[in-house]
């Protein structure tokens, strides 16, 4: 089901090469400011340019269809909306009989019968991260004076993003990255015992974005082999604040107002220019495939904003779901 | 929040030293055959007994109290409380003033304006667990012919989990693990494009779990150093069979019938028997704490048999909600 | 399925015969005073005891066995059960073939394949009302400064109760009833356009209870003969306050601040003392039946209680969402 | 919140006199053949045109623009929109110290703190229906086999439907409406007991639609004044077919295989032609008040539709509950 939220909720709708992507929030609080200009920024950041990005240019032009009045939020629920305007209408067809490893081909012919849209990977393409991202900017909104801030950390196990880049169009693969992000100015108190812990959301969230294949909260992996004196961070004040933050920034599920830090695996495009294996329906036999189309040698590039959005709808819900939902 | 699910739906109650934890779990088909006698192996899994677990002892004794009639599912909510007989009295108030780091203690008497019960962790318990193990025992009826399966892969660093064990002990210093988690038998088709992928849902509910900081799906963090023709798993037959499965049995968060595959990070227990600074609210100061009480060295140890719960709530609500509710 | 709400959430569990019945609740502040003798009062008005009403007695002693330390509510999720204690073991299996009219029997039967239990109604019970009741306590507790009221206006067509259960028992047939309910104290605001309107989310859980038929709030059907100039309630002041009441006080689905009120038709109980006609699977034809077992003549006599929660946990959780959720 | 519906879910968005109006539906099995031309007939059925409705003209074509590839359902969400054409740009604004009597102007101004949209209702607006009776055409769609049919049965107390009309036209003031509603061809086992009765989610969604003030299903009110030898139904066979229908095809909250019949009570317009007091905040006094504007004399002329649409939503909200989400 495509809706996200108890009391911030988020629905997104459309498909790679359909008409329009979207993204319908409910739950802003009414008299927020908000106009077009308030998605640029974010939503420059996931647009591709970068050695590597795909060829493929979208306006990415939001339209605020629903929800604003004199350039403040009502109350309703607020729909922003993009135009596709740059889609090919090459065939697809045929994936539905020669998957292409790594992507969803094969589920999505499988689970719908063969009547999912296989342009650009329908609905399930990273096109729909565009309708996040404005889901985002919305959510950023409604954690006034808390800031979310994730980047790129490493891209092909490099931290020298540039060098990473060249390399994978000098070997023609794709390639995969890690993405830190960081929550600075949250409450103590946001996210609840058990079901609706503050890193079952944002893992929910996150998790929701192609390409993820792993989160780590604080020390995350490394806290597996350390000892508790040494995991542990030490209470320094009255007010929470701890001398290191293996914890990154949450207790029991809940945060503790020191910075909520997390980060995630993205892994590389399975759109590699290489020649692979898979199923050949048509043969009957494992067959050669080259991919064509116009791919991200490495989504990690863009995915920082998406990562961002994830964090921010995920806390926004925490935190409407804390203070109640009007004005 | 305490419940979980859309169409297999989990709601959990008690406090560690209250007079008893329970689960209800709504949408379980009915006539599936229900005793306590099923519970019984995976409640003795979670049981402490070896080197450096708790001194407390529960008998964990399951009392179905609704939902079966005659040793059968009604389609009624399905009750299971355990009474908690083994708890002490001893004061916990004083938390309140000296929280305990790495604890929720500062956290809950933050969000809950001092009235939650300290006693033992209060609702936050690990105790709670056993709840989850409960459930996670329908849920595994409802996945009849899958198979959920997780084991601790290593304590403290090492593979050689008494060794680990000996040596914390040796220390008086908590120790962290690793749990892998393999899911066989899972047909094409569950979890859903974006907000309710399949990682989505685990992940929601494996960080519901105590001391769970980070979690991986498949090739997980390695991905992110892997080029896509690496990462590929080449798909071998008309069933989807893939040669490797660095995917984790997962692609565009659907399962494709492979064995779905994830590793948690397990913190060490914050109750460490090391001395630890903290703010002490009595002194207006930092000053050092002395954990005391009966606690884990390895939580690690007994948690398999929870990450096995949490992931099989998941897919048993995926399941549901694919096949419907009745018969 | 067993729950309802989003940010007062319930969930209830048990059936007629079984061990226990009972109610979770979740989303109550911290620091809530909450004791047994909260509940006594409203167990009271629902249990039975007037002429035409079951010899069947309970106890309806609660046990509040999680959420409450100290007197006051943790912030974590309420617990409340009722043992059942004056249960019947006669065989109840013989109405999957012969079916009651009226009751729930046939379909029960149907739709869990016969693995429903059967014994007074199984979870389907009336009984389960004792459960709703307690949730009702607790959120009135919410609604602190809003007073909830229901009372039975008529009974058998009759507004004189006493001469309308006089006469039912004489006639030895089971009469229906009216019950009127008024909400006082409200803030204007609670409800949402469209699907969480007041009345959705009133008329939602009022048809939750059982043996209710129909629902209408203020001029309700008699508003389908009227004209805009008569239905129309003149505002009178800045609050709101309005000449007429006819709106029940929702616009738009949404409080008003004047007195929320709404009527519910009470069915007469199925179990009626006279022989009725009903498929009767032995036989494979229409036969004669006899209803045995300890049945109320009028069951709307004990409603209004149960009304008034069903009211008051739906206005709970809409005030929670508009409020928030701690202390 | 603007969403319903846990296996079949609809959100809606849009303002009467904004950019757009539209609805996403989640849920509906992929290959389910859907055009514009399916939506035609409902839709005329809600337009204005009879004597004594509103002169606003819409063309209310649908535009499908997500979850629909070459003809057929995909499994993705769908969305269909409506442009706003015939808005007029009045000024509203005094509305917000003026507020129309029976209409949501003064909660709205009060819930949203003044910055709600006032242009023609905002989102309130009656003429989000149009989303709602999209919804509906599809909820059909997956009702397959099952008809859902509602009429009018009187507009201001006559059956007589012209004659009320003109009544209404020449004494310039609006009137109310009777609909009655009946599903035939249901299977037994739709619903839940308790808190998803059939009655609770079609009421759920009936009191979403604005100016609805009155439920009941089967003999509704008039059950209150029956005895139960009256009431209840006879069963005359093995499929649960019943001698009369007072229960409107539904026991204990689930449906019984016999046509399931309720009828709303529909309020008269709160725009009627004459003249009415208000609170008027200008002269912080009571004043007559004349509201101007397109309006209808009968809503509940065109409301059948969209009592069917809401019918038919919850309905296949259960049945897909039952039956599980794909193809």
Redesign the interface.
């Given at each position: 089901?495509?809706?996200?939220g108890?009391?911030f909720?988020?629905?997104?709708?459309?498909?790679s090469h359909?008409?329009?992507?979207?993204v319908?929030v409910?739950?802003c609080p009414?008299?927020t400011p908000l106009s077009m200009e308030d998605f640029k920024v974010d939503l420059e950041r996931r647009k591709p340019g970068a050695a590597g990005t795909t060829p493929r240019r979208e306006a990415d032009e939001p339209?605020i269809?629903?929800?604003v009045?004199k350039g403040?939020?009502?109350?309703?629920?607020?729909?922003v909306i993009f135009l596709n305007s740059n889609t090919r209408s090459e065939d697809y067809e045929h994936l539905r009989n020669v998957?292409r490893?790594?992507?969803?081909d094969?589920?999505?012919n499988?689970?719908?019968?063969?009547?999912?849209?296989p342009?650009g990977g329908?609905?399930?393409s990273g096109r729909?991260t565009v309708a996040l991202v404005a889901a985002g900017v919305i959510a950023k909104k409604v954690l006034a004076g808390i800031e979310v801030r994730a980047m790129l950390a490493?891209a092909?196990?490099d931290t020298d993003i540039e060098r990473a880049l060249a390399n994978?169009v000098a070997?023609q693969?794709?390639?995969?990255?890690?993405i830190e992000c960081e929550v600075s100015g949250l409450p103590?108190?946001l996210g609840?015992?058990?079901?609706?812990?503050a890193?079952?959301?944002i893992?929910?969230?996150?998790?929701?974005v192609?390409a993820?294949?792993?989160?780590?909260?604080?020390?995350?992996?490394?806290?597996?082999?350390?000892?508790?004196?040494?995991?542990?961070?030490?209470?320094?004040?009255?007010t929470?604040k701890?001398?290191t933050n293996?914890?990154?920034g949450i207790?029991?599920?809940?945060?503790?107002g020191n910075p909520l830090k997390f980060r995630v695996?993205?892994?590389?495009?399975?759109?590699?220019p290489?020649v692979?294996?898979?199923?050949d329906?048509n043969k009957?036999a494992?067959a050669p495939l080259e991919v064509k189309g116009r791919h991200d040698l490495c989504i990690?590039l863009r995915a920082p904003v998406v990562i961002e959005a994830a964090a921010a709808i995920a806390l926004a819900d925490l935190l409407?779901?804390?203070?109640?939902?009007?004005?």
């Amino acid at each position: 089901m495509n809706t996200f939220g108890r009391s911030f909720r988020v629905s997104i709708f459309g498909e790679s090469h359909g008409e329009q992507v979207g993204v319908i929030v409910d739950g802003c609080p009414a008299g927020t400011p908000l106009s077009m200009e308030d998605f640029k920024v974010d939503l420059e950041r996931r647009k591709p340019g970068a050695a590597g990005t795909t060829p493929r240019r979208e306006a990415d032009e939001p339209q605020i269809v629903s929800g604003v009045y004199k350039g403040k939020t009502t109350g309703a629920p607020i729909t922003v909306i993009f135009l596709n305007s740059n889609t090919r209408s090459e065939d697809y067809e045929h994936l539905r009989n020669v998957p292409r490893p790594g992507h969803a081909d094969f589920v999505l012919n499988s689970k719908f019968a063969g009547f999912n849209d296989p342009r650009g990977g329908g609905h399930s393409s990273g096109r729909l991260t565009v309708a996040l991202v404005a889901a985002g900017v919305i959510a950023k909104k409604v954690l006034a004076g808390i800031e979310v801030r994730a980047m790129l950390a490493e891209a092909g196990g490099d931290t020298d993003i540039e060098r990473a880049l060249a390399n994978a169009v000098a070997k023609q693969d794709s390639i995969g990255g890690m993405i830190e992000c960081e929550v600075s100015g949250l409450p103590v108190g946001l996210g609840e015992p058990f079901f609706d812990s503050a890193e079952s959301l944002i893992s929910h969230l996150v998790f929701a974005v192609p390409a993820i294949k792993g989160i780590e909260f604080g020390a995350g992996f490394a806290a597996a082999r350390m000892t508790g004196s040494e995991h542990n961070d030490p209470i320094m004040d009255a007010t929470g604040k701890t001398a290191t933050n293996h914890a990154g920034g949450i207790n029991g599920g809940i945060t503790n107002g020191n910075p909520l830090k997390f980060r995630v695996a993205v892994k590389p495009p399975s759109s590699t220019p290489r020649v692979q294996q898979t199923w050949d329906g048509n043969k009957q036999a494992v067959a050669p495939l080259e991919v064509k189309g116009r791919h991200d040698l490495c989504i990690a590039l863009r995915a920082p904003v998406v990562i961002e959005a994830a964090a921010a709808i995920a806390l926004a819900d925490l935190l409407k779901s804390q203070t109640g939902h009007t004005g």
